[in-house]
């Protein structure tokens, strides 16, 4: 029928450019999260801060001390810049300015990750630049550079966590400030000894007394705790042979009876 007479048309009107272009706009709503394209971009977002920190670190780090330490690195390590002054103003500027970063605190921890970053490089150790910057500052505590060199390739080849760096880092310092109480009588522990404060060593002195203590304590204790299991098992084993005893006894005579008896029959 023509619709000049009144009917509508059953075919759809063609879309206009305008119409195309407001549906092509319109977004798709996720019904949920895409982990791939989290973890892709999670990936990606990681790699440009660490290479960035990376740079910066380096960069700011070793321009402080050439500028502040005259190049001495050994200066740069005990906080001890030559420009002392000058340095102390930057400080304060960066503060003013810039807080984020402007911490004395940071600009340390760029210093240190510098000097690590040369140290790493000359010693081609690839591994290292696969840390982050959080793992390369707490490496910076460590002074050893083969125990350094240890934690930093454990950290990139089993991914251990910043928590996880820390507390190696912490048990092997603990390792080796520790004093085995077996080779305290030795040369080299004495020495030892000796560079330790008076506090330290009062500490010492208490903790092992308090030690000597415990120990003797549970030796007490162990031996009472041992000696009431003997008791147990020795009282144990007296009763099986008082059952073992008596059923033996029950059972030769009934042996002997028997034996009696066939005797008996025979004549």
Known sequence: ??????????????????????????????????????????????????EKMNAVM????????KAFFDGDTDRAREKNPVKEKSFTLLIEKLNEKHPSFGRKSWLYNAINVAIDMKLFKEAEMPEYEKLGITHKVYLTHVKNLDTKKDIARD??????????????????????????VEDMDTPESREKLKKKSLKVLKKMTDSIKEKIEKLKTEKESEAKELNRRYSEKIEAYEASEDVLSEILEEKEKVAKTKKKQKVKKNS
């Open 58 to 65: 380096e960069e700011v780090g070793g321009y402080l001390i």
């Open 1 to 50: 029928m023509d619709p000049k007479d009144g009917e509508t048309s059953v075919i759809p009107a063609p879309d206009t450019d305008e119409t195309q272009k407001e549906n092509a706009a319109l977004p798709v709503v996720e019904a949920e999260a895409d982990e791939e394209l989290v973890n892709e971009a999670y990936k990606k977002m990681e790699a440009v801060f660490v």
């Open 155 to 180: 950290a990139a080849e089993q991914g251990l966590t910043t928590r996880e760096l820390a507390d190696r880092i912490d048990q092997d310092k603990q390792k080796r400030e520790r004093l085995a």
